[in-house]
Structure formats: C-alpha cells, structure tokens
C-alpha cells in the first residue's frame, strides 16, 4: 500500500521530468549560452574571449539597430491596435445572436491556421504591383490605378502590418468572443431594466469587464510582433533597403550571413528582454490576482 | 589451425573496428552549393557527370538557393557545428580564409604539387586558395564584376554604339527609355546593388577602387569622389522600374533577354542565362566592360572548398579536386557558365566571343596589376565589412539616404564593424 502510494505521488513527476529537462536545456540552457555568447568574441563560430559588453556599445552605435527599433514601433503599435479593435469589432458583431455564426466564426478563424511564410507569400503576390492588385485593377481599365506600397521605402513596413493584421485579427476575434460569452448575462438585463441602450451596455459593461481579455490579447499580440520573422522574410525579405528590417532579421543577419554572433547574441538578448518587460508584469497581475 | 584461428580473429576485429569496407555510398562526394539557376545548374552537370562517367565517383547534391550563397553558409554553419561537414562546399573568398582559420579545411597539397598548381593558377586567386602556405581549396572559373549585358536589337535602334563613358552611358539609358522599354534590368537585392557599385566606383580610377575597398582608405571612403559615385547610382536608379525591389538577378537577365530591358549590369555568370536561351554574343546580345572600366577587372572565384572528411571520403574528394583542375574541365565548365578558366594555360579556343575577351581581360589585367577583388563578391573584404558596405549601398539606392550622408554613413559603418 504504501509502494502504490508513493509510485502514485512520484509516477507524475516521473513522466514530466524529461520533458522539463529538455526544456531546462534547450530553452533555458541556450537562453543563458546566448547571453554568455553575446559577452564575448564570437565572430563566425562562437569563441570565448571575454570582452565584457562591447558588443552592446557596437549593437546600440549601428543604424540598422535603431531602424530595426523604430520599424518595431511602428509594426507593433499599429498591429496589436488594430488587430485589437478588429477582433472587438467583429467579436461584437458575432456575438448579436445571428444565424450562420457556426459559418462565420470558422471563416474568421481560418488564416491563424496558416503560417506566417504562407501569408507572406500570398500577400506578396497580392500586393506586387506587376502581378497583383495593381495589375488586376488596371486590366480591369482602371489604367491610372496605383498601389505601389510594398515597393516604396516609407510604405513597405504598412504591407507587414496589413498581412499580420489579416492573419491575427480573427483570433483575437475568437479571445473576445469567448469574453464576451463569460459576461453575465444578469448584469446586462439589469442595465436594459434601467433604461441603458445597447450602445451604452457595451462601452461601460461589457468592455470594462473584459479587461483581462485585453491583456491576454495584448501579450499574445506583442510577443508575435517581438518575433517576428517569418513574415517579413517571405513578404519583403526585409526590404526594400532595409526598410522592412526587424530585431529578429537583425539578429539573423548579423549572427548567421555577417559572422558577427557576438553582436547578433547581444541583440537576441535585448530581444528577450522586451520580451521579458511585457510578459514578467502580466504574469505579476495574474498571480497578484489569483490570491485575492 | 590456432594461427589461422588468431588471424580470423584478429581480422574480424579489424573488421568491426575500421567499419564494414568502403562501399560505393562512401566514395560519393557531398557537395554543398547555390548553383540552382539554369545556366549554372547546366554547368555544374558538366563536373557531376565528368566524376561518375570516368570515375563512378556518386554525387550526392545539395544544393541551397540563393546568389551570392548567404543561406549556403547558413547550413554549412550547422553542419559543421554538428561535426558533419559536406565534402566540398562552393565559396568564395574571404569566406574560405575565415573556415581555414576555424582549422575545418584539409589540405590539398598532394594533388596540388601533382599537377603543379602553383605554376598555373593566377597569384591573385591563389590569395583565397591558400592559408599559410597550404592549397585548401580548388578554384574552379574567375568571374568578374564590371560588364554590361545590352539587348543588340536595343542598342541597334539607340544608334549601336557601345558606351565608353558615363556620359555616354547615361545618353544610352535615355535612348532605352524612349524606346518604351526598362532601361535598366535590376533585381531590388543589397548584392546585385552592390555588384553596380563595384563598376560605378571602379569606373572612376583603379587607385580609388584600391583604396576605398582594398585599404579601405577613409580618406576614399568618405571623399568626393565617392560622394560621385553615390550621384551616380542616384542617376541609375532613375532608369529602373517599379517593380524591380526583391527581384532575383536571373529574372533581370530574362527581362534583357526577352527585349523587355536595355541592358543589365551584372557579373559575367549572367552570360549563362543568356546562353541557355538560345542566345549568340554579338547578334542577340552585347558584352562589354562597365563604361570607363576597361582594362581592369574586379574578379570573383567561384571554389571548392575541402573540408576535413574520414578517410573513405577522402579519396573520392581528392579525385574531384584533381578533377576540378583538369584543363579540360576548366574549358568544358566555363563555357558553360560564362567564366574564364582559373588556370592561365587553358587555350580559349571553345569559347565564344565574350568568353575569349573575359579571358584576354583577365590575363591583361593579371600582368598590369589591375585585377582587384570584388567588394559585392566577398573578394575585397570578409563578410563583416563586405555587409556594412551593402548597408549603405542599399539604403541609398533606395532613397533613404542622401549622397552626402552615405558618404558619412559609409566611413562610421566600415568603422563600426573594423
């Protein structure tokens, strides 16, 4: 009996613990490999000569650094925002008892099954003015039709968000609804008994009870945005120029292509502590929460 | 009966210690390489086929896509990181001296002092073939930067004179544009631009090319002349199409090719595309030096680097390294691919009229010292700097920078990375 007991308390710890050693390795391990890489002279191949955090003073001295950074600004701002407010809008929509919901949801839902180089790739056709959009629309006899953004320097960053957007918003859509389905329904027909029209029930019931829906989406959003790779590989291939670069391509570029990994680790850190700056106070609010 | 019983003994031992005897699998060679494209492709058959038929020697291909061999190098990376290394891997340049420093590259010599290949091949190339002193690597053709791939049909109805100087290049871009076509057949990738800034800026003086890519002279860097040769890619920008960013150079060949371009400025690999479309130098199309450039020549070498493999392999690799330097080969390959031979004692007598002037180019510039390294092939500087140069290239080229400031950015960003 007491065999059976402790087989039974330790048989779970038993089958978990390759998986957490691998994890142990292989994330947490090479997440520590990396920010030892990026403290040293690893040009090629990594090496191990300390150089203390040169490599940071280079990484924040280059250009394609701060560009990077700002096309992050801009591509995450923009793309958690409007996948936001599009996933709000069309959960909402949903979410008025119609009739094909079964249909519809699906039909949202679906590009989240795609993968990003996917997306990528079907944007960038779209979007290409010789075969694309453009080009249809002309042959239609629209001759003076132009839409020539993913070829344009200061536009091209927009067409990353547009695919990321078209590929996000309808899971986000799916987060809502699930939140908009978890309101009480008691609470809204007290606010219909008092008079409140529907436009009002939304704006201070229902999306001021959904708030942890928000910062679920927001983390899920940003970190895709942080890591960000796949899409602009397929869509710009970081251009045109480097017009459409981000920290990811950065640090691929320049650890793998450029044989500077010492540089290319130390970017991969910063990465992980934006990363970090966004996940560690949502998980502070979550435990914060659950005590209460 | 007891010594017969200790030697089946002793060489069953053997047999489970060295490993079951070579087999036909293990005398194959792994070849790693970006020659995908049609013309190449159709070259590389020439070696694959040469090493089974007379030496049933298998190929195994890998091929990874992508000019210029970036994602190549990726793979090779972890290939060799995972204590695999391919057979023999295609490089060029600086990159070769970088994986011979890590101790990866065998060595060469045997076969080399056999065939003699100090004597034959040019000193230039042997610059990238050695490291201290010890062949590591089979070049195989020298290709070269600063050409111009002309429509003729085009340059016949702009008047059929051959450009030979900015000025009169310019004039001939004009003429192109009048005629209703592209002038300018260009792929929207860092390397292809940087290929044109090797002709731009070699095209204003051989000590300037020396000392802004060679020296890397910041004084040349960050001087007028520069600056000049900044204006210039502007002016050259003016005359592509919309559509050009992102473009593979192969499909630029295709858009000179089918008439739809005037002309494209591009390494003489472009020749095979021409070539494989049924195309004759000097009726369909015109080869000629970057205006104002000839008599000097930015090469790059397309290699073989041998890597570091067990022993079976090793013999196999030896057989396509002597292959490789096989004077008929030589002449085979590059009239295929478009290059000049990497031995000087090849004759030119199979190749056509490009061919032979590529080859006669080479050699004039091998004797008048005017045979540089190309800085968008890897042959001036090592990856780190070669790259920081594209930057600056790229993002002026796409207007986001000015002449003024790339000439600024470019001194900081060789600086950053030195």
Known sequence: ?292 | MRRFMTTTAIAVLMGITTGVPAHAQDQGVEVLHWWTSGGEAAALQVLKDGLFNDQAINWEDMPVAGGGGGDAMTVLRARVTAGNPPTAVQMLGFDILDWAQQGTLGNLNDVASAQGWDAVVPTALQQFSKYEGNWIAAPVNVHSTNWLWINKAALDAAGGAEPTNWEEFVALLEAFKAQGITPLAHGGQAWQEATIFDGVVLSLGNDFYKAAFIDLDPAALGGEQMKEAFDRMTTLRTFVDDNFSGRDWNLASAMVINGEAGVQIMGDWAKGEFIKAGKVPGTDFVCMRFPGTQGSVTFNSDQFAMFNVSEERRVSQMAMAAAIMDPAFQSAFNVVKGSAPARTDVSDEAFDACGKKAIADLAAANTAGTLFGSMAQGHAQPAAIKNALYDVVTRHFNGELSSEDAVTELVAAVAAVQ
């Open chain 1, 1 to 292: 009996m007491n065999i059976k007991e402790q087989a039974q308390a330790w048989l779970p710890r038993l089958v978990i613990s390759p998986s957490a050693v691998l994890v142990l390795v292989f994330v947490y391990g090479f997440i520590l490999y990396t920010g030892y890489l990026s403290l040293t002279d690893s040009k090629m191949l990594p090496s191990y000569g300390f150089v203390g955090l040169e490599n940071y003073q280079k990484l924040w001295a280059l250009p394609h650094w701060h560009k990077s950074l700002a096309n992050l600004g801009i591509f995450a701002g923009l793309y958690i925002v409007i996948s936001s407010v599009l996933g709000l809008g069309l959960a909402i929509l949903l979410d008025q008892k119609i009739r094909a919901e079964g249909v519809l949801r699906p039909i949202y839902l679906y590009p989240m099954a795609l993968s990003f180089i996917v997306t990528g790739t079907a944007w960038k056709w779209f979007l290409d003015p010789g075969i694309g959009l453009q080009n249809t629309v002309q042959l239609w006899g629209w001759t003076d039709f132009s839409f020539t953004w993913i070829k344009d320097s200061n536009l091209a960053i927009y067409c990353v968000v547009l695919a990321a957007v078209w590929q996000s918003s309808g899971f986000v859509m799916a987060m809502f609804l699930a939140g908009l389905r978890g309101v009480d329904n008691e609470v809204i027909k007290a606010a219909q008994m008092d008079g409140a029209s529907t436009g009002t029930i939304y704006r201070r019931i229902i999306i001021p009870l959904m708030r942890p829906v928000f910062l679920s989406a927001f983390v899920v959003l940003a970190h895709l945005a942080i890591k960000a790779y796949d899409l602009v590989i397929a869509l710009t291939g970081g251009g045109p120029g480097q017009a459409t670069q981000l920290p990811a391509t950065f640090m691929y570029s320049y650890t793998f292509t450029r044989n500077l990994m010492g540089i290319g680790a130390s970017s991969a850190i910063i990465m992980l502590v934006m990363i970090f700056s966004i996940i560690v106070p949502y998980l502070y609010s979550e435990l914060r929460g659950e005590k209460r």
